[in-house]
């Protein structure tokens, strides 16, 4: 990372986001694939659940799958693990065709959502049992049982029924069954969706731990957002059967290519505006609710005249009384109309604009301080500012 | 309002069960009748279970009744086991529908009419009748019970474990041997005791199936009963009332049991905290 930061000031260019230390094989464009979906399809009957879509998933990378159900990121997974077969298009891992082979003899491991494990099993032998498909030795078994007990901390529970076990162990018995073979690939199908909010967080980090350690390909499908960018390097974010948007966490977050994927991910101001002005530096917009311009430093392909639509997180505008913060590019009057109080943060909603074509903008405002002079409440006259780079325009 | 037992309740209780089991306990009690008549007790003996064992007819009816409850259970289980399998897995198939309601139509089909009918098929396939066609008789009624049993006992099963096991290496038709059947097994075994019970006290189906030298034991019964009872045969007919019991209250603890075991399952496919 100092590397990239002294880098980064030698240019006197900002970057987005934290990345994995010297891991970005995707932006070398010379990098094999590990897993690669070619022009994949996958109808059942009438529904498209897959529409011809292209994926490159690169060795030891943690990728998400991340989408609304119904949106094929399942279908995808279990195409890969071969209980699916594509209508048409190629599955390749690690060179080789995927085609005809049965799950069986697939190289990749997976985890049940349902976590799947076997009620007439102790847990060892459930670990075990994949092992002993595979005709290895029964001391080698039994190394490697052990070794995947103690990665998941499950030494005292060997010889446990899973109807013993709660919730939390069931899912780590699951992750070590699945991990024992030593996939090429491990597909994990919404991990931690039956646990509780705590016990998932503390999850999110040992599966990122056993990942580190093990160095396997992990991809994992959910629903949650929050999972996918603790967890992944890197994400796709999907609707209706094709990628929306695939890139780190903090580009998705941060640099949104569509208004679907701003809106899925967190929270976001969408305001609707023309662009009045382009040039190498920057693009002026006029906000259609009137009243107010925004100045950015992003630039667009959008002509003159153009409907865009402006997207900038809550945590980005900054409220104030008054005049506000005068060094900012951006600075708009306005009344608030509600406020969230969460704690951590309050959220802010205030109106915009003039006459009947005001706007809600909301506002993050972090309580750094238990008590405050001046509070912020509702009717106040704002000034919302944020700086020239704080948004990103979108043209769909 | 009294909770207790009122004279009302206690009495209709009495009628009831005196309506059930009198019969059948005064048939206990005579059994170890001394007397030769069977209406007039003549003080307590055993004597009638012990000239049973030297009354070959009985013995060799006994022993065709126990090989074919035992092959028909058998056969039924695997037939029956199947169709469960087909009926619950498949999903939808043309024909899905007809398919179940017609292996549960035997269920309330009349047995005289069921027995009519195969006696008319072996007839019309020129098949000499005898232990064979009882098994086969037995085995068509007996498979439309443990198809039941079996398929309460499938509904609830979570069809990733397969997948989970196919996934780890084990081809599909190992996967059934060793992760589904295991997991299944209490609902098999009480489909398979139903069916045996079943055929252990069949007359109707037995009578227009059978042929020369495959006499079951209620068939023996019956025309023994047709001369006159006699102790013996109140002394057969209480080893049968034993047997049946001790059969139906173990599938009762198999399904029992298989319940809880079920519960537990569920639990574990959703993954709850247990």
């Known amino acids: 990372m100092g590397f990239l930061l002294g880098w980064g000031c030698v240019l006197a260019k900002k970057s987005i986001g934290p990345?994995?230390?010297?891991?970005?094989?995707?932006?070398?464009?010379?990098?094999?694939?590990?897993?690669?979906?070619?022009?994949?399809?996958k109808k059942f009957g009438d529904f498209t659940a897959v529409n011809n879509l292209s994926l490159k998933i690169y060795e030891r990378e943690f990728f998400a799958l991340l989408g609304g159900s119904g949106c094929g990121k399942t279908t995808l997974m279990r195409m890969l693990a071969g209980f699916e077969t594509p209508t048409t298009g190629q599955i390749f891992l690690d060179g080789q065709d995927l085609a005809g082979i049965p799950p069986f003899r697939r190289p990749s491991n997976m985890?049940?959502?349902?976590?799947?494990?076997?009620?007439?099993?102790s847990v060892e032998k459930n670990i075990a049992f994949g092992l002993k498909q595979d005709r290895l030795a029964p001391s080698e078994i039994g190394d490697r049982v052990a070794e995947m007990l103690r990665l998941t901390k499950l030494e005292q529970f060997a010889k446990r029924r899973p109807h013993q076990l709660s919730g939390g162990q069931r899912q780590r018995v699951a992750l070590a069954r699945s991990l024992a073979k030593r996939p090429k690939v491990l597909l994990l199908d919404e991990p931690l969706g039956a646990l509780d909010r705590k016990l998932r967080e503390e999850t999110q980090f040992e599966l990122m731990n056993i990942q580190e350690e093990l160095k396997t390909t992990f991809l994992i499908v959910t629903h949650d957002q929050e999972e996918a960018m603790t967890v992944a390097d890197r994400i796709a974010v999907m609707d209706k059967g094709e990628l929306v948007q695939v890139a780190t966490p903090a580009e998705i977050y941060e640099a949104p290519?569509?208004?679907?994927?701003?809106?899925?991910?967190?929270?976001?101001?969408?305001?609707?505006?023309?662009?009045?002005?382009?040039?190498?530096?920057?693009?002026?917009?006029?906000?259609?609710?009137?009243?107010?311009?925004i100045e950015t430093n992003q630039t667009t392909d959008a002509g003159i005249g153009?409907?865009?639509?402006?997207?900038?997180?809550?945590?980005?505008?900054?409220?104030?009384?008054g005049r506000g913060e005068p060094d900012a590019a951006n600075q708009i009057d306005g009344l608030v109309w509600d406020i969230a109080y969460l704690g951590d943060v309050s959220i802010i909603h205030s109106k915009v604009g003039k006459g009947d074509r005001d706007t809600i903008l909301r506002a993050t405002f972090a309580n750094v301080s238990r008590m405050v002079e001046n509070p912020i409440t509702w009717d106040d006259e704002v000034v919302l500012s944020f700086d020239r780079d704080a948004g990103v325009i979108l043209r769909g | 309002m009294t909770r207790g037992p009122t004279w009302f309740n206690i009495t209709s209780l009495v009628?009831?069960?005196?309506?059930?089991?009198?019969?059948?306990?005064?048939?206990?009690?005579?059994?170890?009748?001394?007397?030769?008549?069977?209406?007039?007790?003549?003080?307590?003996?055993t004597e009638w279970y012990v000239s049973l064992l030297h009354n070959d007819q009985l013995l060799d009816a006994a022993w065709v009744t126990l090989r074919v409850a035992f092959v028909s259970a058998s056969v039924a289980t695997v037939l029956g086991t199947a169709a469960a399998l087909v009926l619950v897995r498949s999903g939808r198939f043309i024909g899905r529908s007809l398919f179940s309601g017609m292996i549960f139509a035997p269920?309330?089909?009349?047995?005289?009419?069921?027995?009519?009918?195969?006696?008319?098929?072996?007839?019309?396939?020129?098949?000499?009748?005898?232990?064979?066609?009882?098994?086969?008789?037995?085995t068509t009624f007996a498979m439309c019970y443990v198809a039941v049993v079996v398929q309460s006992r499938l509904v609830g099963f979570d069809k990733s474990i397969e997948e989970a096991a196919e996934d780890l290496g084990c081809p599909p038709v190992k996967t059934f041997f060793l992760i589904t059947l295991p997991i299944i097994l209490p609902g098999v075994v009480a489909g398979w005791m139903l069916a045996f019970t079943l055929s252990l006290d069949d007359l109707v189906v037995a009578s227009f199936t059978t042929g020369p030298g495959a006499t079951t034991l209620p068939m023996k019964i019956y025309s023994q009963v047709r001369l006159g009872v006699t102790p013996e045969i109140n002394a057969v007919c209480t080893i049968l009332v034993v047997l049946v019991t001790c059969a139906v209250i173990a599938a009762s603890l198999v399904t029992r049991r298989q319940q809880v075991q079920k519960e537990r399952d569920e639990r574990t496919a959703f993954g709850a905290e247990g």
């Not at chain 1, 290519?257 to 809106?263: K, L, Q």
Request: net charge neutral.
């Open chain 1, 19 to 41: 990345v994995r230390r010297e891991f970005t094989p995707w932006e070398s464009p010379d990098h094999p694939p590990f897993i690669e979906f070619r022009n994949v399809t």
């Open chain 1, 111 to 121: 985890m049940f959502q349902s976590y799947a494990l076997f009620p007439h099993m």
């Open chain 1, 257 to 293: 290519n569509s208004r679907f994927v701003a809106d899925f991910i967190g929270d976001v101001n969408l305001i609707e505006a023309t662009v009045v002005r382009k040039s190498e530096a920057g693009t002026r917009l006029d906000s259609v609710c009137e009243g107010f311009a």
């Open chain 1, 306 to 321: 153009d409907r865009v639509w402006y997207a900038i997180r809550p945590e980005k505008v900054r409220i104030a009384h």
């Open chain 2, 15 to 45: 009628m009831g069960f005196s309506f059930l089991y009198l019969p059948i306990v005064l048939l206990v009690i005579y059994s170890f009748n001394k007397s030769r008549l069977v209406t007039v007790w003549g003080g307590f003996s």
């Open chain 2, 107 to 138: 269920l309330v089909m009349p047995e005289v009419i069921l027995g009519l009918s195969l006696l008319l098929l072996f007839v019309a396939m020129d098949q000499s009748r005898g232990f064979w066609t009882v098994i086969l008789a037995h």
